[in-house]
């Protein structure tokens, strides 16, 4: 068998595609109960969300369990040269989820309703989900029930095993945590094969390990995630701040309340003084008939203005009055903009969709899938972010980058410092989130430039000494890899070498290079 796995290596290599029949050997060969795909039919498995790189897989796998996952592991570690890659919906900026001439797994084939059960433990509710399941899936499966998670990402078309790879945040991080901070016990295919139950207190190593852990440590194939009562409605709230002092005060003030006195979530976008359709005034109006008058704005507003945008979970029982008293009450501590506020009242499922309906028309303008999003993602201290949004908001970026700019505060203590994640040192961090889209060239911005502003946003930081971290973090050499984990980096080394020591997972990250 590994003689035929080598043989497509090396075929590979000369750019030769292999037959059905070498397919179906090879299928043999690995006996799975899942199928493969070989040649251009596993094209899709080379490409990815951020559409700067492609790679050529040797093969595209579909597991049908946790069994599959190990037989293909097992596999690749008696080959001097492959590497796996799970691949969870392949929304990675930088070629995360990719293996160059290696077994790429698909892990979208391990869901199905089978495979979701919900249990109660000493009276809190749990959801056991596959590693491949979508966030939008568990959330239908789980509202069925009146349940939900507590903590998701904005948009929810990814894997349960790939944000649990990095760490999975949104408005509601800043109370309960990371996705990451919410699952209590994985199922995980280690780099040797081993299919291991892991949580706090069994393998705690491999738990923590795995989350955060940029796929390195073992593939997911379940996860324990808690949940709570699911809202039956959400009141949406948008606040326009032409003062970043003024934002980040109301941000911190809400973050830091008690949870009974404030918003069930928490986030901010900055956007360009404006009339541009995609990233000035009109996106912040939350309804068709709602208008954003630039007449309220004080003469002192600049360039770039600030969004504080707030949820408020209710019931359908809830008196609409005790909700409007609610939120008033709420709202009367804050400093916008006065008559800048936009409102509206919508299902929990839709608030949590929302980014659905921008997906929507996104594809339908052509820059969704047909073109590169050169995304950057950073967490940056309280301590540096007023510099951050001097240099760049301000001046670098002022014109937008053509999608959402996000910036809102997160809690270190609601991380749990076990997990591989790594985080900024000061206890309030921000989230900044720089959403580029592009329009298909030639009209586009040369995408290149683009990556170079981006890597000039990074490099300004480290100059300045910035207490910050790249969130979904690329980089290509060990210097940099080092440098992101600063004191954290014996441990991941350490952790690599106890679960993949020959380093064939995740091989996109470019961290360990494959021991043959
Ligand atoms: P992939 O891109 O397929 O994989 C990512 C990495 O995880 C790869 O290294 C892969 O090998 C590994 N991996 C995948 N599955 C597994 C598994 N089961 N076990 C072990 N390793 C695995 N992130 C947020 O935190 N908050 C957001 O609000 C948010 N919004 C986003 C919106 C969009 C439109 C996009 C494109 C991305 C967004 N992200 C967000 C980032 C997202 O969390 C990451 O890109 C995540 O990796 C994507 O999940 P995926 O399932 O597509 O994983």
Request: charged share 25%.
């Amino acid at each position: 068998m590994i003689a035929y796995l080598e043989r497509f290596v090396h075929e590979n290599d000369t750019e030769s595609r292999p037959d059905d029949d070498v397919v179906s050997t090879l299928c043999n060969a690995l006996d799975l109960q899942g199928s493969i795909d070989c040649g251009a039919a596993a094209d899709a498995a080379g490409k990815d969300f951020g559409g700067m790189h492609s790679v050529r897989p040797l093969a595209f796998v579909r597991p049908s369990g946790a069994d599959d996952v190990a037989r293909v592991v097992k596999a690749a570690s008696r080959s001097p040269n492959l590497t796996v890659a799970a691949r969870g919906n392949g929304h990675s900026i930088n070629g995360q989820a990719m293996a160059d001439r290696g077994l790429v797994l698909d892990m979208r084939s391990l869901d199905g309703e089978g495979r979701f059960h919900v249990s109660e433990i000493d009276g809190s509710c749990y959801a056991d989900v596959s590693g491949g399941a979508l966030w939008e899936d568990v959330l239908r499966r789980c509202l069925g029930l009146g349940l939900a998670p507590r903590s998701w990402t904005d948009y929810l078309s990814l894997t349960v095993g790939g944000t649990l790879s990095n760490a999975g945040v949104s408005g509601q991080a800043f109370r309960y945590g990371p996705q990451t901070s919410n699952v209590t016990e994985l199922e995980v295919v280690t780099g040797k094969g081993e299919t291991l139950i892991c949580s706090e207190s069994e393998n705690p190593e491999l738990f923590y390990g795995a989350l955060g852990g940029l796929g390195q440590f073992g593939i997911i194939t379940r996860a324990r995630v808690l949940l709570q009562q699911a809202p039956d409605m959400v009141r949406w709230i948008r606040l326009v701040y032409s003062e970043f002092e003024d934002f980040t005060r109301d941000a911190e003030f809400l973050v830091t309340r008690p949870e009974k006195d404030s918003f069930d979530y928490v986030e901010g976008f900055v956007f360009s003084n404006n009339d541009n359709p995609l990233t000035g005034r009109p996106t912040v109006p939350l309804h068709p008939d709602q208008e954003f008058d630039p007449t309220r704005l004080p003469p002192t507003a600049g360039s770039v203005l600030y969004c504080l945008e707030l949820a408020l979970h209710y019931r359908n029982t809830d008196h609409p009055s005790t909700v409007d008293t609610a939120v008033h009450r709420l709202l009367a501590r804050l400093g916008f903009v006065e008559q800048l506020e936009f409102q509206v009242d919508l299902s929990y499922m839709d608030f949590l969709l929302r980014v659905k309906r921008a997906e929507e028309d996104a594809k339908a303008n052509g820059i969704w899938e047909d073109t590169p999003h050169p995304w950057l993602n950073l967490f940056v201290s309280k301590s540096h972010v007023s510099e951050f949004d001097r240099v760049v908001f301000k001046n670098l970026l002022k014109e937008g980058v053509g999608g959402p700019m996000l910036i809102y505060p997160l809690l270190r203590s609601k991380w749990d410092s076990r997990t591989s994640t790594v985080l900024p040192e000061g206890e309030i961090f921000y989230l900044v989130a720089l959403l580029r889209f592009t329009a298909p060239q030639p009209k586009g911005p040369m995408v290149d430039k683009l990556v170079v502003q981006n890597k000039e946003i990074v490099q300004y930081c480290f100059t300045k000494g910035f207490d910050f971290k790249m969130y979904l973090p690329h980089y290509r050499s060990e210097e940099e890899w080092k440098r992101h984990f600063g004191n954290q980096w014996t441990r991941f080394v350490q952790r690599k070498a106890n679960f993949d020591p020959m380093a064939i997972l995740a091989p996109g990250q470019k961290i360990f290079s494959r021991i043959p």
